[in-house]
DNA sequence: GAGATTGTAAAATAATTATTTTAAAATGTC
DNA sequence: GACATTTTAAAATAATTATTTTACAATCTC
């Protein structure tokens, strides 16, 4: 995964997955059919291992309290992958590179966890943490785009990733 | 410059070039070295052509007054762009793929945007506009991430950018 | 443990893509 | 208008990369 993470689909040649991973490139085809179809194992695992854990406790937890708390959580989260910003958002400029089957998945996948999130900040709402005139919907995006867009802005001279820099900027939208 | 804003570097195929231009194959290793050569070319023509007029208005004007409405055009300008994002940001996350020279390039372009603003919202600053208390750096770079990575996050199937959503919240930060 | 199945390494093939060459057409120079 | 230079289209080559095959080792089944 690390490989596609750090150059994307279309720079990951095959022998760069073998060569990383350790499988058989025979076996790879096997079991992936091709390319295409490792990326998309790789997309699911994304989902299901790496930022799927960060996101659970809102599916755990329909009516949790504390937005705030789980927004920092999932902004360090974000923040200490290295650099590499989001496998799947690194990817969403370019779908006729990664393919239909791809972009369908990144994008469902961005719409999963911006409506958790909107979830979140109603019952948030409903609580009055967060202002009644609000709009959660937006809101979320927001939220979404700041976390999972943001390490793609981390500069390489100061490798420095920049969401930290964010979270308040957010925090502050959200009281508003 | 299409096909490169589109796909991205790697994802683009020197034939890819020669059919979109119209350029001969020949002429274009004569006149730009290799491809890299020719990518390098590309980015510096999106800067001075594309985004740099954009930005221009700083340059001119020092102590330009109403950052609020140069603010709106950068944004209106950045959704208008068939949704392909900008061409520099697109490549942020892959330094690798694209090689040393064009990271650097695509690294100082940004750290260049992000001073003319930064210079802008201080003249706002002493001119009241905004709080004396904001750290213009920052806020810098959060409407430089805004602006120039946004795009990139706007949905393939609405296919609506996500640009103008943000505008009211980054002005809102800015008066805040 | 013989025989079937599965996994593996390495080489072979196929496909794509970057770059160069070639020979002709276009253009400029005197 | 003849000659030199430059541009161009097309084919040729080189390099890279995706995929398949082959021959062999490991593992499993009975």
Redesign the pocket.
Request: charged share 40%.
């Given at each position: 995964m690390g490989v596609f993470w750090r150059n994307g689909y279309?720079a990951?040649?095959?022998?760069?997955i073998v060569r990383e991973t350790g499988?058989?490139?025979?076996?790879m085809?096997?079991e992936f059919g091709?390319?295409?179809g490792l990326f998309l194992e790789t997309l699911s695992h994304y989902r299901n291992h790496i930022i799927g854990p960060r996101y659970q406790i809102l599916i755990d937890n329909p009516n949790l309290t504390g937005v705030e708390m789980f927004l920092k959580n999932v902004f360090l989260g974000a923040a200490k992958q290295e650099y590499k910003g989001c496998l799947m958002m690194n990817h969403l400029a370019q779908k006729h590179v990664v393919g239909v089957d791809a972009a369908q998945k990144i994008e469902a996948f961005c719409a999963e966890i911006e409506s958790l999130i909107e979830i979140a900040l109603k019952n948030a709402q409903s609580e009055g943490d967060i202002g009644s005139d609000k709009d959660t919907s937006q809101l979320a995006s927001f939220v979404v785009f700041c976390v999972h867009g943001a390490v793609l802005y981390g500069r390489h001279d100061t490798k420095k990733p920049i969401i930290p820099k964010f979270y308040d900027t957010v925090m502050r939208e959200l009281r508003r």
């Open positions: 279309k990951t040649s095959v022998s760069d499988l058989n490139t025979a076996s085809y096997k091709d390319k295409d």
